[in-house]
């Protein structure tokens, strides 16, 4: 079956880069997606990467695919305050969308 | 610019009780989804509409009905409440040009069963 994982929580310190890594299991996924929610906030979609990528990279993001893997990694370069979140990776098998349990990611000052 | 507008922002109901849990969409988006929340999960799929008068289950469908009334409202019902069902629940919906995939969610309606 599917299965998405990710690790709990992440502090970094403000200025410095933030690395929030994703494994998951079904290799025919056609895209995978990072999406953001804030405290008491839906679920944002911030970039999405097709399987057939190695990288994207959207202003302070950057997105990394390990297919061999099966490894997703989201960059966020220069990390602020503003970014303290829960981050949700997902993939995609038609309309159905498998999430993992998200990370915590702190920003400390 | 509204986006997705969920209906109510919380609700706590008995064990056995009925509701409905309301969104609507302003952005013309034919798909729209009903998903939960629970703590330390990640979402998980009930039900999806591709397009008015469509509905396909999720994920995690029985104890849940739905109904696409027009392009814009997407309605979840729960006929007989369980504790179980205790859940922030998101509605979603997706741009027919883009991924397929939801793009935009409501803030949640935060449901507790007593």
């Known amino acids: 079956g599917e299965d998405v994982e990710q690790s709990l929580f992440l502090s970094v310190r403000e200025g410095d880069s933030s690395v929030i890594n994703c494994t998951y299991t079904d290799s025919s996924s056609t895209y995978l997606y990072w999406y953001k929610q804030e405290p008491g906030a839906g679920l944002q979609l911030l970039t999405y990467?097709?399987?057939?990528?190695d990288m994207k990279q959207d202003q302070r993001l950057t997105v990394l695919l390990n297919k061999k893997d099966k490894h997703l990694s989201l960059r966020i370069a220069d990390t602020q305050t503003g970014d303290s979140a829960i981050y949700f990776c997902a993939e995609s098998m038609m309309w159905q969308l498998t999430f993992g349990s998200g990370t915590q990611l702190t920003v400390l000052p | 610019n509204a986006g997705v507008t969920q209906t109510p922002k919380f609700q706590v109901l008995k064990t056995g009780q009925s509701m409905t849990l309301q969104c609507a969409q302003d952005?013309?988006?034919?798909?729209m989804y009903w998903y939960r929340q629970d703590p330390g999960m990640g979402l998980r799929l009930i039900y999806y509409?591709?397009?008015?008068?469509?509905?396909d289950k999720g994920e995690v469908p029985n104890g849940y009905n739905v109904s696409r009334l027009n392009k814009r409202e997407f309605s979840l019902r729960l006929e007989s409440a369980a504790p179980s069902q205790t859940s922030v629940y998101f509605c979603?919906?997706?741009?027919?040009?883009?991924?397929?995939?939801?793009?935009?969610f409501g803030d949640g309606t935060r449901l507790s069963i007593l």
């Open positions: 979603a919906s997706s741009d027919p040009t883009g991924l397929g995939q939801p793009q935009h």
């Open positions: 509409s591709a397009s008015e008068g469509t509905t």
């Open positions: 990467i097709f399987s057939n990528m």
């Open positions: 952005m013309n988006h034919n798909s």
